[in-house]
């Protein structure tokens, strides 16, 4: 307990910034500062001489009673219960949270009075309010953020198993859509019939080559298979392919095949230039087109596309990725291709995280810059002299002894294919199924053609696998497939095997057969 003179204590508790009260044992007012009248609203009078629990809410006053003698027979410095509701009630009937700390002080005269410092505790009690709120808003969210992730787990499981499926439909759908073509193609070739038939099969299985690698690129069913290669390796294939057709068009091309390599998916990145340098083909009428590549940074390479061509006006830069869009054609025109090649290069310059810039100039040119990360392993070692002694495309051996073994079950293929080998001087056996393939291969054969889906669930691949260890020998062989699955992309290397996508023009597959034929 403590003691001390009225004048300071009253001077003291004047001066305190919280309500202070003095009562007697009685629970009489003796004392209020002035902190009592602006926060209750009495002023000092009207509260000296009054029962202290005029101050707090009538449902709360007898049992602040009990408690008041219960605190007279252990008197001692401590805050009021804080686990029970404690509210001050104010002249005008408002009530509000308090705070109350409690003190007895020792009079001169042996009187004890009881000190209670009264705080309002608005503010504090609606931050505790608006913090409960938050923790369980939080709470609730972190609820919906477990259900929301549920959620998501299941939809991304769905869109997995959509895009499985639709890889699957895709590759399904890419090998009866070509299989007629492939019949076509090849009839039409053999007979040497009517030129316009051949056109109308190319163009047919462009557009087709367009969708489906449209469709392959947007359900993720190509995955990039990035390793370090000679930029030679894909330039080379690429000028053999377009110096006729831009010799037709009275156009020069050039392709610079330096010795720099790369570090990403060659036959992504082979794709993405031949439609360019095929693009630029289409839309120039004089002058040249070139390829060339070279470094940019260390660990950068630059390969450009650049044309003599018509141009393309600025306002139509941005357009020129979108399907079905050609520069400078009216739609529903009659016009060459059909506006998918940048969409594809678009799709496939994302894939593999590579960037595609394009300047241009109305009546100059254009130039499609890409830019490729360099490789950073070492080359591999040269080939010996003799690896390079045959000639390119030499035949190991005269056609006419050569027995082929045939294996494919639609029956309009297989003698579309037969009448075009055996013309080419082959010896052609066919079969439709596995067993008939190995019944026939035991009568001797030096290669073997077979398709990649065949009759009851049976493949291609099991039959090179089946025939090759009935043989006992790694027999050559060639697969064709319209499959654009990644089981077909993922097959071991085998030195020993070609695959060959449909629809395949006699020339392809003659002259695959002569590099077959020709490896070591």
Request: aromatic share 4%.
């Amino acid at each position: 307990m403590r003691s001390a003179a009225p004048e300071l204590a009253r001077s003291t508790l004047d001066a305190a910034p919280d309500a202070m009260v003095l009562i007697d044992s009685a629970g009489i007012i003796r004392f209020v500062n002035r902190r009592v009248s602006t926060l209750f609203g009495y002023s000092h009078d009207e509260l000296v001489g009054r029962h202290v629990e005029l101050l707090m809410p009538e449902r709360f006053q007898d049992r602040h009673v009990h408690h008041r003698g219960d605190y007279g027979r252990n008197m001692r410095t401590r805050l009021m219960d804080q686990s029970l509701p404690l509210f001050g009630r104010r002249r005008d009937g408002s009530e509000f949270p308090v705070e109350i700390s409690l003190s007895p002080i020792e009079q001169q005269d042996d009187e004890l009075l009881i000190a209670a410092a009264i705080r309002d505790v608005t503010d504090r009690k609606l931050i505790e309010a608006e913090l409960i709120a938050a923790r369980a808003a939080s709470e609730e969210a972190r609820r919906g953020a477990e259900s929301a992730q549920a959620a998501a787990e299941q939809a991304r499981e769905m869109a997995d198993q959509a895009n499985r499926s639709k890889s699957r439909f895709l590759a399904t759908a890419s090998h009866d859509l070509r299989q007629p073509l492939q019949s076509l193609a090849l009839d039409a070739q053999s007979a040497e019939a009517v030129m316009q038939q051949e056109q109308a099969i190319g163009t047919m299985s462009r557009l087709l080559n367009a969708f489906l690698d449209i469709s392959k690129l947007e359900s993720g069913a190509v995955k990039p298979e990035p390793a370090d290669f000679a930029v030679a390796t894909i330039l080379d294939p690429l000028r053999r392919e377009f110096a006729g057709v831009a010799a037709d068009k009275g156009l020069s091309l050039e392709m610079d095949a330096p010795a720099i390599r790369l570090h990403t998916d060659p036959a992504l990145l082979e794709q993405v230039l031949r439609n360019l340098v095929s693009n630029a083909i289409k839309y120039t009428r004089r002058g040249s087109i070139a390829l060339r590549c070279l470094r940019a940074t260390e660990s950068l390479v630059r390969l450009e596309v650049i044309d003599t061509g018509a141009g393309i006006p600025a306002d139509q830069i941005s357009r020129i990725y979108d399907e079905f869009y050609q520069v400078g054609v009216p739609a529903n025109s009659s016009h060459d291709g059909y506006g998918l090649g940048l969409a594809i290069v678009k799709r496939i310059v994302a894939l593999l995280g590579l960037t595609l810039e394009v300047s241009s100039q109305v009546g100059v040119g254009s130039v499609f810059t890409l830019y490729a990360p360099a490789a950073t392993g070492q080359p591999p070692a040269a080939p010996d002299a003799s690896d390079t002694a045959r000639p390119h495309g030499g035949l190991a051996a005269p056609r006419a002894n050569l027995r082929v073994l045939l294996v494919e079950d639609d029956s309009a293929v297989l003698d579309a294919i037969r009448m075009l080998l055996r013309a080419e001087g082959y010896h052609v056996t066919a079969a439709g199924s596995l067993a008939e393939a190995l019944e026939a291969a035991h009568a001797g054969i030096d290669l073997l053609m077979t398709d990649y889906h065949l009759s009851h669930g049976q493949t291609g691949t099991q039959v090179i696998s089946t025939v090759r260890q009935a043989l006992g020998a790694p027999l050559k062989s060639v697969l064709i497939t319209g499959d654009t699955s990644t089981e077909i992309r993922d097959l071991p290397r085998d030195p020993h095997l070609r695959i060959a996508s449909k629809p395949l023009t006699a020339e392809a597959m003659l002259s695959l057969l002569d590099e077959l034929i020709s490896s070591d």
